[in-house]
């Protein structure tokens, strides 16, 4: 049995700022990670991909506001930082 992909765990290293901002982060990396999942069946952000991100910024944001995209692109950004990689993402 294996234990579910700990999001917390893995921007932990990461996340700076309020305790607000933090929670925020978390979130919308939970959101993105359940969005991930259902379209791809990718659980851990060790195996995601840039097109897996920009496709959720692309796709399920695409109804959302400015301000939402952009908290949304700062959460990609942290969790691309993590992944050691240099993506850039626009929205």
Not at 4 to 18: C, Q, Y
Not at 35 to 61: D, M, N, P, T
Not at 64 to 82: A, N, S, W
């Amino acid at each position: 049995m294996t234990k579910p992909f700990d999001m917390e765990v893995f921007l932990n290293g990461v996340l700076t700022g309020s305790h607000a901002t933090r929670q925020r982060h978390l979130r919308q990396a939970k959101i993105i990670q359940a969005a991930i999942v259902g379209r791809w069946q990718r659980e851990s952000a060790w195996g995601w991909k840039r097109k897996h991100l920009a496709w959720f910024l692309k796709h399920s944001l695409k109804h959302r506001g400015e301000g939402t995209r952009y908290y949304y692109l700062l959460t990609v950004r942290l969790i691309t930082r993590r992944l050691e990689t240099s993506w850039v993402f626009d929205i």
